[in-house]
């Protein structure tokens, strides 16, 4: 982990795409953009795990996928969250936030 | 979640290019966004590419993924469908009580009976023998070619030779069973009591493959004279009733006709051969040469035999005849025995129910039939009146596969609830069937609702659902959009639909006349078989049955035992006549010995001819109402015992004389001369015939009377007795006061069985009863599934008819001509229907042949009888709509709707 950008913890990525999603509805490109903007660049997530983690939420029932059009006139698969998406990022963030104090606090002496 | 509008589900073409696009999106846009920044195209597009990881990879993986979800979202539809399906079919069904339930009950009805009458016949015939490859297992007779005896137990030395010279079989073995008849005396183990034993020969219990649940089997040289032969295997049922299924038992010895026999071994309860009657199984060794002398013209034996595996029964059947032909060379007793007849042992056990029960599945098929159209028939009534419904859901976009469907479900859910009403009833009608039977069929105890006969249940049920319910769905799916939401305003009715139902009506009149047929012919048969004279008067007649234990009553006391017997039963207060026999009727068919009729000269290598030698007392013909022809029958002074010097046990010391019956006296002696004449029998005793008997039945009611010759047992005695007591009142009340009087004689005296001779008719006729009652049954359900079937159809049509019938009226027909339209119209689908019935039971009745007595399978007046009370049935049924059609106010006809 001496590089800037850090590989990701297993597992991580559902929460960042669920989260992102709970912004709007957006398309794969769009949830990879947001994420790359908002980590600027600390975590390196290529795109494949991405989609793979997209319909993978499909399948399980937490996003909801439909046709759509984008900002450039293309068709483009649009994602949203459903109710058992949200209930699954609000379980999942306050796992992570009490994981990272957690961790945080024998990181941190006293 | 609830989906409210279906979706356009995708197909695997379709996920693979979603997929791609996907893909394709992205890598494009991230290039366009990366030029938007001054990198060049190429570089642009290689970095996306770059950025992206492993495009093929996540390709393959996004397409398996989204058919997964695919795939479980076409499941869920379907679930969510049929739920819908059956939520919408129960509502349907609750608010037309009336049909579901008319439908439920003639379904249950269908199912039901035909679940019944499989469990049983799938129990008695289908199932496998409870023994280890059941189909080597045959059964072997002796046969005499000669005079058509083929099937005659077989004599211990042939068996002992059989069993030493076979090739082709695991083994062979014999046993001596007489239900009721062969027993011995348990004391010392609570009150004395009467076992019923099977007399088993070593290679018994080997041939069958019989395992001992507790301790073991005999060995070979237990099981021979001289062995150390004294052991006994109880049966499963009788160590748990006797002795609690005590497991200790099995090193204890206990006291058999006062002799100590060690118990070696417990069977398990799947032991049913001979009988599940039987209680102990001890070796044949142990029968003493003054019971059953060892020698080859006494044939007591019933053999079973295992085949080798691969050996099949042409070749056992060779094998056996090549032993019997040479050991008829070798024994001049068995000169005219050279034949074996093998057969295979589940033929054996089943064969003469066999062809009832499977005549009985038949028709109760034809009763399934019968509710499947009659059902069907209902629903198509009901669909006329929802072809508007149909109507609307394709007008909103339902498609008609979709609407065949629903109505599919809704078809199958009817049957599944009358199913299942229908299993439960089957499950008493079961229980009701074997008590019905009065144990006339054998394997009773296989009878249950096993897997096999609920899976029976649950296919006849599915089959009946999409029978019936196919007719409706086809009509629905092909309804006319247009003409239906018009004329379903107006009332009429398609002439599809019409002749559709009167087709259906027509089959259900014949199915039924096929039934009525059949229940018709057994119930001819049944009052032909009640009909026969017996020879005695049944009524009021008590049977005691013993076996005097000659041990206890040694020499020829035990004829003093027997006359003592008589006279302290005779004293009994209210009993009017008592006397004793042998075997009573039905219970036992006599010896068969040969006898010289006199005059007659048998030349050598002739055959002299045989009767049935029945055993009797004084008095037992004028006890059980026989009738004397000719002369009398014994009286106490025909077997006077006097001791020939004094104390000295007494003998017989009376003139010999015999009666004999009718048969035997006419064959014989033809022109009433037998009294006066004599019979040689034994070899060189001219016994005089003093008394002809009308003749009694004695094997069976429907067989012909054997020539019998009726033994005087002072003279010549057996050690079986049935005493037979006439009461004044209820016979039954008076066993304790009889069985008192015996044991005043002896304590220890064991009673094999008490009964009535009613009880014995009634087990005589129980199988033909069982067929009529439920032939009878199948037979009225029938005409009542083809009146109602009818009624139907006729009072739809005059209900949908009414504005015509009203013109007519107000046209001036008369009343009686419209009833008479109706009437007319009814009677031409029943003539139609019952003309298609008799010709269809003309060519199926003579199944029924091996079971009907005194009737001929295609009995006209039976048939005649048949189709003139269905054709009366259908009159009266059409009778009801009819009236209606007439009482039509003409003032209809000019109303609008």
């Not at chain 2, 939401?485 to 006349?513: D, H, W, Y």
Request: charged content about 20%.
């Amino acid at each position: 982990m001496d590089r800037g950008a850090m590989e990701l913890l297993q597992g991580t990525l559902d929460v960042l795409v669920l989260r992102t999603l709970a912004w709007q509805p957006m398309h794969g490109y769009g949830v990879s953009r947001w994420i790359r903007e908002r980590t600027q660049g600390t975590l390196e997530i290529e795109d494949a795990p991405l989609y793979k983690a997209l319909h993978r939420l499909e399948k399980a029932g937490c996003v909801h996928a439909e046709w759509g059009i984008s900002d450039n006139n293309r068709r483009a698969r649009y994602y949203r969250l459903t109710t058992a998406g949200r209930q699954r990022l609000r379980a999942e963030e306050s796992a992570w936030r009490r994981y990272a104090a957690a961790v945080f606090r024998v990181l941190e002496p006293a | 979640m609830r989906r409210l509008v279906q979706f356009w589900r995708r197909s695997g073409a379709m996920i693979r290019r979603d997929v791609d696009a996907e893909l394709a999106f992205h890598i494009d846009a991230r290039t366009e966004a990366l030029v938007g920044t001054g990198v060049p195209p190429d570089e642009a597009r290689a970095r996306a590419l770059r950025e992206f990881g492993d495009l093929e990879d996540a390709r393959r993986y996004l397409r398996r993924v989204d058919a997964d979800i695919e795939h479980r979202q076409r499941r869920r539809d379907y679930v969510s469908e049929l739920r819908q399906d059956l939520a919408y079919g129960l509502r349907t069904l609750r608010r037309a009580p009336t049909f579901t339930i008319t439908a439920v009950l003639t379904i249950a009805l269908g199912v039901g009976a035909n679940t019944a009458i499989f469990s049983v016949v799938h129990g008695v015939v289908f199932k496998p023998l409870p023994f280890p490859a059941p189909e080597q297992l045959v059964r072997i007779w002796s046969a005499n070619p000669g005079s058509d005896a083929r099937r005659t137990p077989v004599s211990p030395p042939d068996l002992d030779d059989w069993r030493a010279q076979r090739t082709q079989f695991t083994d062979i073995g014999g046993y001596w069973f007489a239900d009721g008849g062969s027993g011995v005396d348990l004391t010392g183990s609570g009150d004395p009591q009467r076992l019923s034993v099977a007399f088993v020969t070593a290679g018994f219990f080997p041939a069958l493959g019989a395992r001992a649940e507790v301790g073991r089997l005999p060995r070979d040289d237990e099981m021979v004279r001289g062995g150390d032969d004294r052991v006994v295997v109880l049966s499963h049922g009788f160590w748990r009733r006797q002795f609690g299924a005590d497991s200790s038992l099995v090193t204890r010895t206990v006291t058999l006709n006062g002799q100590p026999y060690r118990v070696v071994g417990v069977l398990g309860p799947a032991m049913r051969l001979p009988s599940d009657r039987v209680e102990a199984f001890i070796p044949y060794s142990t029968i003493p040469d003054e019971s059953i002398p060892y020698i080859r013209p006494v044939r007591v034996l019933d053999v079973v035999a295992r085949m080798k595996e691969g050996v099949t029964l042409a070749q056992a059947r060779l094998e056996m005849n090549t032993i019997t032909q040479r050991l008829s060379e070798q024994y001049p007793a068995n000169a005219n025995w050279s034949e074996a007849t093998v057969m295979p042992l589940a033929d054996a056990i089943t064969g003469d129910v066999r062809r009832g029960l499977v005549a009985l599945l038949g028709a109760v098929g034809f009763v399934l039939l019968l509710s499947c159209v009659n059902v069907a028939s209902l629903l198509l009534a009901r669909s006329s009146v929802r072809e508007r419904e149909v109507a609307l859901r394709l007008s909103l976009g339902a498609t008609r596969g979709r609407i065949v469907r629903q109505m599919i479900t809704e078809s199958l859910l009817l049957a599944a609830i009358g199913g299942t009403v229908g299993v439960a009833g089957a499950v008493y009608g079961s229980r009701a069937l074997v008590a019905l039977a009065a144990g006339q069929l054998p394997r009773t105890s296989e009878i249950t609702l096993d897997g096999t006969v609920l899976f029976f249940a649950l296919g006849a049920t599915l089959v009946t659902g999409v029978l019936f319910g196919l007719a409706p769905a086809v009509r629905a799916a092909g309804t006319d959009l247009q003409s239906s939401l018009r004329e379903a305003g107006r009332g009429l009715v398609s002439g599809g639909s019409q002749r559709l139902r009167t087709g259906l009506v027509v089959t259900e009149v014949a199915l039924a006349v096929v039934l009525i047929v059949g229940a018709g012919l057994m119930t001819r048969s049944f009052i032909q078989l009640l009909r026969v004279d017996l020879g005695f008067r049944p009524e009021r007649l008590l049977a005691v049955n013993f076996t005097i234990n000659t041990g206890r009553h040694e020499g020829s006391s035990y004829r003093m035992f027997y006359r003592q017997v008589i006279d302290r039963v005779r004293a009994v207060p209210g009993l009017t006549s008592v006397g004793a026999v042998k075997h009573a009727p039905f219970r036992g068919n006599g010896e068969r010995q040969s006898f010289v009729p006199q005059g007659m000269t048998i030349g050598p290598g002739e055959q002299p001819p045989t009767a049935a030698f029945i055993h009797v007392s004084d008095g037992y013909f004028a006890t059980i109402g026989a009738r004397v022809l000719q002369g009398r029958e014994y009286n106490d002074q025909d077997g006077a015992l006097r001791a020939p010097t004094p104390g000295a046990l007494p003998v017989f010391s009376g003139t010999p004389t015999v009666v004999v019956n009718r048969t035997l006296a006419d064959r014989w002696f033809p022109g009433g001369s037998a009294v006066g004449k004599s019979l040689r029998i034994g070899g060189d005793f001219d016994v005089p015939i003093i008394g002809v008997i009308a003749d009694i039945r004695q094997t069976s009611i429907e067989e012909p009377v054997q020539p019998t010759v009726y033994i005087n047992n002072m003279m010549n005695s057996r050690v079986q007795v049935t005493l037979v007591a006439r009461t004044q009142g209820e016979p039954l009340a008076m066993a304790g006061a009889v069985r008192d009087a015996i044991w005043s004689l002896d304590r220890e005296q064991t009673i094999t069985s008490i009964f009535t001779f009613d009880q014995l008719v009634s087990e005589a006729v129980a199988r033909p009863r069982l067929l009529t009652v439920l032939l009878g049954l199948f037979g009225a359900s029938g005409l009542l599934l083809g009146a109602v079937g009818l009624y139907g159809v006729l009072a739809y049509l005059v209900s949908s008819r009414q504005r015509e019938i009203g013109v007519r009226i107000a046209l001036g027909a008369s009343r009686s001509s419209v009833l008479a339209i109706v009437v007319r119209r009814g009677l031409l689908m029943a003539g139609t229907g019952t003309l298609i019935g008799v010709l269809a039971a003309f060519s199926l009745t003579r199944y029924l042949r091996d079971v009907l007595f005194g009737v001929e399978p295609n009995d006209l007046f039976t048939f005649a009888v048949v189709a003139a009370s269905m054709i009366a049935v259908a009159g009266l049924a059409s009778a009801v709509p009819a009236r209606r059609a007439a009482s039509v106010d003409p003032v209809i006809a000019f109303r609008s709707d």
